[in-house]
């Protein structure tokens, strides 16, 4: 075997996992939402004016704005994302901001710890990856049922290299 083929071997994750956080409405179910609400506040807002009470439109017309914000800001929190590897010579965790913005961090597998923080009625609040003098987070915008089901592969996945070494 060359060394090129045992670096590429080496190279090769045992674990990769892309984590995104859960949005319960999808694209569909925020336009319904709009368009009731919209309907609604309009409506309202088309009374009140026309009954003399011209103020009280206005602030039906600024919750909806309000509420458009709301999602909006909500759906641009939702693409961030991080893609997590393990492979027999490094740890990659690469986080995504919104905006598109990455960041990398790399650690030795050998030297790396996988680190949980639990709540007793919650379950996992924090994970955190460390090593040589170098820490991070993984995944904080997952709820707890995620958390725990990439904990448990993710701490599988060092267990295994660790073993190969």
Not at 131 to 157: I, Q
Request: proline share 4%.
């Amino acid at each position: 075997m060359s060394q090129g083929n045992a670096d590429d071997r080496n190279e090769q994750p045992i674990f990769a996992a892309e984590l995104t956080p859960y949005r319960s409405l999808g694209r569909n179910g925020f336009r319904v939402l709009l368009a009731l609400s919209g309907l609604v506040f309009l409506g309202q807002g088309v009374f009140f004016v026309a009954t003399g009470a011209w103020p009280i439109g206005v602030f039906f017309g600024a919750d909806f704005l309000l509420l458009y914000g709301a999602f909006w800001l909500n759906y641009r929190a939702g693409r961030a994302r991080e893609e997590v590897s393990v492979s027999r010579t490094q740890i990659a965790i690469r986080k995504f901001a919104p905006s598109g913005r990455m960041t990398e961090h790399r650690f030795n597998p050998c030297w790396a710890r996988f680190l949980v923080r639990r709540h007793e009625e919650i379950g996992i609040v924090a994970m955190q990856v460390r090593g040589e003098g170098r820490r991070t987070d993984v995944g904080t915008f997952l709820n707890p049922d995620d958390r725990e089901s990439f904990a448990k592969a993710f701490r599988g996945a060092l267990a295994t290299v660790k073993l190969r070494m």
